[in-house]
Nanobody, 113 residues
Framework: QVQLVESGGGLVQPGGSLRLSCVAS????????MGWFRQAPGKQREFVAA???????NYADSVKGRFTISGDNAKNTAYLQMNSLKAEDTAVYYC???????WGQGTQVTVSS
């Protein structure tokens, strides 16, 4: 059974940083592409970043240069390091096993002074 569990969200001031984690179980982590998505109130869920089994990464234009996605195969964990956070980054962030129906439960990130 596949499970994705996110953590690391919270309240941070503009310009601050947070690191999100997504622990995956029930999959061979190193063989899969993991992604982060986010959904702000009243908006559709949108792509943030992804990391392939090759280590290749892809980012939405809105987060390039500020966010970094990484993975730890030994810990079956994907990370999203978020720096220089802005108010418009406020959203629920979801981990996703790309190409599957599996999503995490989401973790709230709020950027506010």
């Amino acid at each position: 059974q596949v499970q994705l569990v996110e953590s690391g969200g919270g309240l941070v001031q503009p310009g601050g940083s947070l690191r999100l984690s997504c622990v995956a179980s029930g999959i061979i982590f190193r063989l899969n592409t993991m992604g982060w998505f986010r959904q702000a109130p009243g908006k559709q869920r949108e792509f943030v970043a992804a990391i392939a089994s090759t280590g290749n990464t892809n980012y939405a234009d809105s987060v390039k240069g500020r966010f970094t996605i990484s993975g730890d195969n030994a810990k079956n964990t994907a990370y999203l390091q978020m720096n220089s956070l802005k108010a418009e980054d406020t959203a629920v962030y979801y981990c996703h096993l790309v190409g599957s129906v599996y999503w995490g439960q989401g973790t709230q990130v709020t950027v506010s002074s």
